[in-house]
């Protein structure tokens, strides 16, 4: 019984010590760490960063971009717009940053608003514009 002891107390300073030899022997491990993301560095491509975004965005309060009056087209079909209609989600798209319009279309998408079929091409190409400056194309390839 003793000597079993002995000889797991011994197997267990043996390990201990090449632990401590092959941890010197290595010299300095460098620990790398996955790029973090956020929502403003989705760049569209990746469909799970943007999943994720709007699975955050849903959980947080609604962010308004000065456009509450979209609010009384909530539930209303993207090809249901009349010409005036359309040109109020023109104008509100149209008086923001582009950097913001991304985010406010995931705003109207949170409020159950459908953006109007005949300022679809235009949002996607301002939205398409704004991720590919020389900073977001950067962004994109260090992910």
Request: hydrophobic share 35%; charged share 30%; aromatic share 6%.
């Amino acid at each position: 019984m003793w000597l079993l002891i002995i000889a797991i107390i011994a197997l267990g300073i043996f390990t201990a010590i090449l632990g401590l030899i092959s941890s010197h022997k290595g010299g300095k491990q460098t620990v790398i760490k996955a790029p973090t993301t956020n929502c403003s560095t989705c760049s569209g491509l990746n469909v799970k960063c943007e999943q994720e975004c709007m699975m955050e965005a849903a959980t947080k309060e609604i962010e308004y971009y000065d456009d509450e009056e979209l609010d009384a087209y909530k539930g209303r079909p993207a090809e249901s717009y009349t010409d005036q209609e359309v040109e109020e989600f023109s104008e509100v798209m149209y008086t923001m940053r582009p950097e913001e319009v991304k985010g406010w279309n995931r705003s109207l998408i949170l409020r159950g608003i459908n953006f109007p079929n005949r300022l679809k091409e235009e949002l996607i190409a301002i939205i398409e514009d704004t991720e590919s400056t020389p900073e977001q194309s950067e962004r994109t390839v260090r992910e």
